[in-house]
């Protein structure tokens, strides 16, 4: 059985055997899960690692920390983000053993990075070069987050409406603490059955941000409601065009942004400028809102000007120009002479490298 060092990670983690005071007596039993009352009493004890049964994570974090550290960003919001993503790890695993902390909890971890990647975009930019699923559900927290309050801003939304969509996306898939490891981290995909239980993470969250000192109605909505689409198509309830408030509308179309543009256990990412496409086919076909997809997509290609990508040929090129009539098929340089997507229909940018 792995050992553990005795400290918050240990949150959630289950006992592999029974575990006793050097004069024998029974501290924790053996399948006890382990909350933070338990490491205050093993620290106290000056236990130092202890025996636990293996299970299912989303990773340490470790390796999504190496990649970001080499990334051509500001290393102080680099540093911002990644003391994040370790914080919304262990706040949220916190859920799986008690209650929800209050609302401030989860603001004092999510507001300082939201306002360094904002004004240095180059994090931004470069987190959709990241590679592997490690700790995918934090960082896709962070990350839609961070898009919902750039989306407002670019809405023209006033401060408080902006600082509220942060948090709003911060806290979207919280219910996802809910869903069984098996079911949240299976590598294939789901069944029938599975994928229900899959959707009961929108109630979830629903209901443990209601419980959450500092919640609000709205920001409950936005966790049960992200799924929704406005031809009526989308789940918990089906609600169509005017029953879903802009908010979440603003948030179906970051949530999505951010899982195709990210490596998860049972698929790989694909680009920004497919993804906007895809987003943008998505709008036309009545299923998100048209003036939020318009506004975004504009702005994400213009922030990958410079950037180099992988074309589906495999060739490598760099992002030129954007095109205003279609801005997801730029101008880009291959091997020194320029090349026109929207003239080559067959190809397409599949992926941003570093």
Not at 128 to 150: F, K, M, P, Q, W
Not at 233 to 249: A, L, T, W
Request: a negative charge; hydrophobic letters at 45%.
């Amino acid at each position: 059985m792995p050992l553990a060092p005795v400290d918050l990670s240990l949150i959630g983690q289950v006992l592999a055997a029974d575990l006793y005071t050097e004069q024998g007596i029974l501290l924790l039993g053996q399948n006890t899960t382990i909350t933070a009352a338990h490491v205050i009493l093993l620290q106290k004890q000056r236990v130092r690692e202890v025996d636990i049964i293996q299970s299912l994570t989303e990773g340490t974090g470790k390796e999504v920390s190496s990649q970001l550290f080499q990334l051509e960003a500001d290393s102080e919001t680099v540093a911002a983000y990644v003391q994040a993503l370790d914080k919304t790890r262990l706040l949220f695993d916190e859920l799986t053993v008690s209650g929800a902390p209050s609302l401030d909890h989860f603001s004092s971890i999510f507001f300082d990075v939201a306002e360094k990647s904002t004004k240095h975009l180059g994090l931004f930019r470069n987190l959709y070069v990241l590679e592997g699923a490690d700790s995918y559900t934090y960082r896709h927290s962070l990350n839609v987050g961070i898009l919902c309050s750039l989306i407002a801003r670019l809405m023209k939304w006033d401060e408080e409406r902006v600082a509220f969509m942060g948090t709003a996306g911060f806290l979207h898939d919280i219910g996802k603490m809910r869903v069984p490891k098996e079911i949240l981290l299976k590598p294939g995909k789901l069944s029938a059955e599975e994928f229900a239980i899959m959707k009961k993470h929108t109630v979830y969250g629903y209901e443990i941000i209601r419980e959450m000192k500092g919640g609000s109605e709205l920001l409950a909505l936005c966790a049960l409601l992200h799924h929704e689409r406005l031809d009526g198509s989308g789940y918990p309830e089906q609600r169509k065009v005017d029953s879903i408030p802009i908010e979440c509308q603003v948030l179906a179309v970051a949530d999505m942004f951010d899982a195709i543009c990210s490596d998860r256990v049972y698929k790989g990412r694909t680009s920004p400028f497919e993804a906007a496409q895809l987003l943008w086919k998505e709008a036309c076909n009545g299923t998100l809102n048209v003036e939020i997809v318009a506004h975004f997509v504009r702005y994400i290609a213009l922030l990958y000007v410079g950037a180099k990508a992988r074309l589906s040929s495999g060739e490598e090129v760099e992002v030129i120009l954007i095109h205003q009539d279609e801005p997801m098929r730029p101008l880009v340089r291959r091997m020194g002479e320029f090349l026109d997507l929207r003239h080559d229909r067959k190809l397409t940018i599949e992926k941003m490298i570093g």
